[in-house]
């Protein structure tokens, strides 16, 4: 199978589909590029496919923040216009505009 087109930007904010956490995306991988042992540590009932985009988000939710390696099938794009807390924001991205972070020149590709 061809891996598909990617839905999500960096710099986008996006929340999970089935879990209560959200962050923004700082890289994207074409297609899964985790290990098998992550990949089968999912419940299979929820497992996603390996042939589609898998993103990087600075993530958080209600308790912490933390980095998570997140399928396109279980990301929505975010609608609160919110920023996202997550202490290494400022790390990859500059400014926060229109929903959506700017990265850092010294990060762009």
Do not use: C
């Not at 985790?34 to 308790?63: C, G, M």
């Not at 923040?65 to 990301?75: E, I």
Request: hydrophobic share 35%; glycine share 6%; proline share 8%.
């Amino acid at each position: 199978m061809e891996p598909r087109q990617a839905k999500f930007k960096i710099g986008q904010v996006v929340r999970h589909r089935l879990f209560p956490f959200r962050g923004v995306i700082f890289d994207v991988d074409p297609q899964f590029a985790n290990t098998e042992e992550w990949w089968e540590s999912i419940p299979e009932d929820v497992r996603p496919h390996k042939d589609q985009p898998f993103y990087h988000l600075l993530a958080e939710n209600a308790q912490t923040t933390y980095v998570a390696y997140v399928s396109q099938q279980n990301l929505l794009a975010d609608e609160t216009g919110e920023p996202v807390q997550h202490p290494e924001v400022t790390s990859y991205f500059g400014e926060f505009r229109g929903g959506e972070y700017v990265m850092r020149p010294s990060y762009a590709n």
